[in-house]
């Protein structure tokens, strides 16, 4: 049975960089049928999502939030990552990490428990 | 992008009682709507992809209709665990939530 595991830290300073991992366990993050993706959700609101992320390492991100994001895939390690510069309390929120599933009509299957991201100095 | 606009935002509601959620996109987006349920410290979690495709356990008290810029899910038969939040997604062009309608118990 396939897992995600969100993990990196909780509290970031502002005008520092978030960072986390999602670690996809019981199957391989190469194959063709999924895709990844981060969303987040600030507490008591809706949810974000961020971007997406191919095991090729192709990406699509938010425009909201392109200039500021970075997502990268390490398939030695079935991994894949989010980056998000610069940020402000406006980016405290919980980061949920989530399998897609490939297709033009694409959903997303399976999440991470979501992490609390905390942005305060 | 393509904003999605849920409506209403929040229901209250019975135990047996029929319920429509509906969700608008501010242009055509074809049948490319995802619904997801969401209980309070839970992820979401995938109710209905591509506008009326029914995910593999759940139960079929849900159904999702619509295409273009009208979409629908509908709950034939509140049952308690159905209290939740529900958010329809667009996948038409990257991704986008819409604002969530919240289930509350009348």
């Known amino acids: 049975q396939v897992q995600l595991q969100e993990s990196g830290p909780g509290l970031v300073k502002p005008s520092q960089t978030l960072s986390l991992t999602c670690t996809v366990s019981g199957g391989s993050i190469t194959s063709d049928s999924y895709y990844w993706s981060w969303v987040r959700q600030p507490a008591g609101k809706g949810l974000e999502w961020i971007g997406r992320i191919y095991a090729s390492g192709d990406t699509n991100y938010n425009p909201s939030l392109k200039s500021r994001v970075t997502m990268s895939v390490d398939t030695s390690k079935d991994q894949f990552s989010l980056e998000l510069s610069t940020v402000t309390a406006a980016d405290t929120a919980v980061y949920y990490c989530?399998?897609?599933?490939?297709?033009?009509?694409?959903?997303?299957?399976?999440w991470g428990r979501g992490t609390l991201v905390t942005v305060s100095s | 992008d393509i904003p999605m606009t849920q409506s209403p935002s929040s229901l209250s509601a019975s135990v047996g009682d029929r319920v429509t959620i509906t969700c608008r996109a501010s242009?055509?987006?074809?049948?490319?709507l995802n619904w997801y349920q969401q209980k309070p410290g839970k992820a979401p979690k995938l109710l209905i992809f591509?506008?009326?495709n029914l995910q593999s356990g759940v139960p079929s008290r849900f159904s999702g209709s619509g295409s273009g810029t009208d979409f629908t899910l509908t709950i034939s038969s509140l049952q308690p665990e159905d209290f939740a939040t529900y958010y329809c997604q667009q996948s038409y062009s990257r991704a986008a939530f819409g604002g969530g309608t919240k289930v509350e118990i009348k």
């Open positions: 242009q055509s987006i074809s049948d490319y």
């Open positions: 989530a399998r897609v599933v490939t297709g033009n009509k694409w959903y997303i299957d399976l």
């Open positions: 591509a506008a009326s």
